[in-house]
C-alpha cells in the first residue's frame, strides 16, 4: 500500500505564501501522477494542480499562476508552493497519488488558512 502525509498548511495572511508537502511511502510505481486537491467548507473537492513522473504538469485555471508544484522522486515527495495567497484559497489541501490500473490513494490533508 502507499502512504502519504501533508504537511506545510497553517494561516498566513493575504498575499502570503506557503509551501505544501506530500511525502508518499510504500509501494510506489516508478510511472504515477501526484497531484494536489482542496476542499473549502461547502464545497466539492477540487484539482488544483497534478504532475505526472515525467514532470508534466497541469494546474486549475483559478492558480493563474500563483501556486507551482513539483516533485522530488529520490525523495518520494511532491510540493506546492503558493504565492499571492487570497482568502479563497482556505481549504483542506490534500495530496493524492494515481498508479496502475486502480490505484489511488490520499492523505488526511492539511489546513490552510488565508485571513487577515
Known amino acids: 500500500q502507499v502512504q502519504l502525509v501533508e504537511s506545510g498548511g497553517g494561516l498566513v495572511q493575504p498575499g502570503g505564501s506557503l509551501r505544501l508537502s506530500c511525502a508518499a511511502s510504500?509501494?510506489?510505481?516508478?510511472?504515477?501522477?501526484m497531484a494536489w486537491h482542496r476542499q473549502a467548507p461547502g464545497k466539492q473537492r477540487e484539482l488544483v494542480a497534478h504532475?505526472?513522473?515525467?514532470?508534466?504538469?497541469n494546474y486549475a485555471e483559478y492558480t493563474k499562476g500563483r501556486f507551482t508544484i513539483s516533485r522530488d522522486n529520490a525523495k518520494g515527495t511532491v510540493y506546492l508552493q503558493m504565492n499571492s495567497l487570497k482568502p479563497e484559497d482556505t481549504a483542506v489541501y490534500y495530496c493524492n497519488l494515481r498508479q496502475g490500473l486502480s490505484g489511488d490513494y490520499w492523505g488526511r490533508g492539511t489546513q490552510v488558512t488565508v485571513s487577515s
Open positions: 504532475i505526472t513522473s515525467s514532470d508534466a504538469t
Open positions: 510504500g509501494s510506489i510505481f516508478r510511472i504515477n501522477v
